[in-house]
């Protein structure tokens, strides 16, 4: 069975620090991955799409970066984190190829707090 | 511009009512899928209709599928205080990646 895993749960950080948060899918080869954010109680907005290892597809500019080393490693970043990047951060994962591939599967989400 | 728009945005009812939440596009689909998030967690995939038309049946809730796999309907029955969550509708084109996902819609179910 395939699952999921994004770490950390919740991390509270400075404005200007850094940032690293990792996903990591189990029981699959080659899968699309996805970064979202996601304002509380609302819809989720994509920052990042992967289709494979080093390709990644940027959705709307902002001050995060998102990298790929390994086939099921995705993880998002910052140099310097701004109040703004404050929320809920979700990692998503499909199979690919076919129809019923297109269906994503979510990880447990990283709450984000830039004080 | 949200692809999907959800409606109604919120609804509170009172257990054992029934309620109908609707996702609307002008595009046309190849897949659409029905998630429910709870507080905190990450959105758990209820169902993914493929065909114009499908009806599915998951327990108390049943998923249907424009005709024109344009938009499409969940309904609750009979619903309980388990219910509540944010559900939300996502649309696959083929061919593309990237899933069109709407705003939500905001359950509550009192008990």
């Known amino acids: 069975s395939q699952t999921i895993h994004q770490w950390p749960a919740t991390l509270v950080q400075p404005v200007g620090s850094p940032l690293s948060l990792e996903c990591t899918v189990e029981?699959?080869?080659?899968?699309?991955l996805y970064w979202y954010r996601q304002a509380a109680g609302r819809g989720l907005q994509l920052l990042f799409y992967s289709v494979g290892i080093g390709q990644i597809s940027s959705e709307v500019p902002q001050n995060l970066s998102a990298s790929r080393p390994q086939d099921r490693q995705f993880i998002l970043s910052s140099k310097k984190l701004l109040l703004s990047d404050s929320g809920f951060y979700l990692c998503a994962y499909n199979r690919g190829g076919g129809m019923l591939q297109e269906t994503q599967y979510f990880g447990p989400g990283t709450r984000l707090l830039v004080l | 511009t949200q692809l999907l728009e959800q409606s109604p945005q919120f609804l509170s009812i009172q257990e054992g009512e029934n309620l109908t939440v609707y996702c609307n596009s002008s595009?046309?689909?190849?897949?659409l899928q029905w998630y429910r998030q709870e507080p905190g967690e990450g959105p758990v995939l209820l169902v993914t209709?493929?065909?114009?038309?499908e009806v599915k049946k998951l327990k108390r809730l049943t998923f249907q599928f424009g005709d024109a796999r344009k938009d499409s309907s969940l309904h609750i029955t009979a619903a309980q205080p388990g219910d509540t969550g944010l559900y939300l509708c996502a649309g696959a084109t083929m061919g593309d990646y990237k899933l069109s996902f709407g705003a939500g819609t905001t359950v509550t179910v009192r008990a």
């Open positions: 029981g699959t080869s080659n899968p699309n």
């Open positions: 595009s046309v689909f190849s897949s």
């Open positions: 209709v493929v065909t114009g038309g």
